[in-house]
């Protein structure tokens, strides 16, 4: 996301914790957050495996795109370049959030330390300028658990969210079950994705407004940005 908004001429300030190495694998342009890796820094290592429809491997067809991702990432799981940022110091026009789908299933020492960075990054949320629009970048999750802390204490606190279709379905399926969707039509009719936006700006948004007298910090979501497989 960054990149493409360098394309189109924007300033970008990226937060994430990497190695001079990983740096130079950016494309120039780049504000980052100034982190110096210590000496016994462990890059992120991430394998995506991707097909799509009809691609072949020895005598099996894909029935359906998908993508699989291995990884070996303890950075990320502690949003651990928290800290470095200071969003007002930047006065960005955009505050995007994303990569929290790192902290599904990591084996954190106790389950209340994945609350904890959580609510660390509410705290952050709560000290953006309100003329700064926040977009969280939504991926899969497959833990109850996590949903139920972002629905808690993310969602609430931005303007937009972006979900692909399956994303938008396990979404949905928590707020009105409170259930995770553990498979999701790989190719839905246009209507129904429209038709689970629908439901899902009007269960978060009238939740919201339930408590927005007494919260100053909560935002009414403003858009859902679907992008399809």
């Known amino acids: 996301m960054g990149t493409r908004f360098l394309m189109e001429k924007m300033e970008v300030l990226l937060a994430a914790t990497m190695s001079e190495k990983q740096k ?36 099996y067809t894909a029935t359906r795109a998908n993508r699989y991702i291995l990884h070996s990432d303890s950075n990320n799981p502690m949003i651990s370049s928290l800290e470095l940022l200071d969003v007002n110091a930047y006065s ?15 084996p954190y020492p106790k389950l209340s330390v994945r609350s904890e960075r959580l609510i660390k ?19 899969s999750y497959v833990e109850k658990e996590l949903m139920t802390d972002l629905v808690k204490y993310l969602i609430p606190h931005v303007d937009s969210i972006g979900c692909n279709e399956q994303e938008i379905d396990n979404l949905m399926n928590f707020l009105e079950f409170g259930k995770i969707s553990l498979s999701a039509d790989s190719n839905p009719r246009v209507a129904r994705v429209l038709d689970q936006v629908r439901k899902v700006f009007k269960i978060l948004n009238e939740h919201f407004f339930k408590y927005q007298g007494g919260d100053s910090n909560v935002r009414m979501l403003s858009r859902i940005h679907a992008p399809t497989l």
Do not use: C, R, W
């Not at 820094?41 to 097909?51: G, K, M, N």
């Not at 952050?124 to 991926?139: G, P, Q, R, Y």
């Open 92 to 106: 960005p026009d955009l505050f995007v959030i994303s990569g929290l789908q790192m902290l599904d299933n990591f």
């Open 121 to 139: 990054v509410m705290e952050k949320v709560h000290k953006v300028d309100k003329a700064t629009l926040i977009h969280f970048e939504m991926a």
């Open 24 to 59: 130079k694998l950016l494309i120039n342009g780049f504000d980052l957050v100034d982190f110096t890796p210590p000496d016994d820094f462990l890059e992120d290592i991430h394998l995506i495996l991707e097909y799509k429809t009809g691609e072949q491997i020895g005598d």
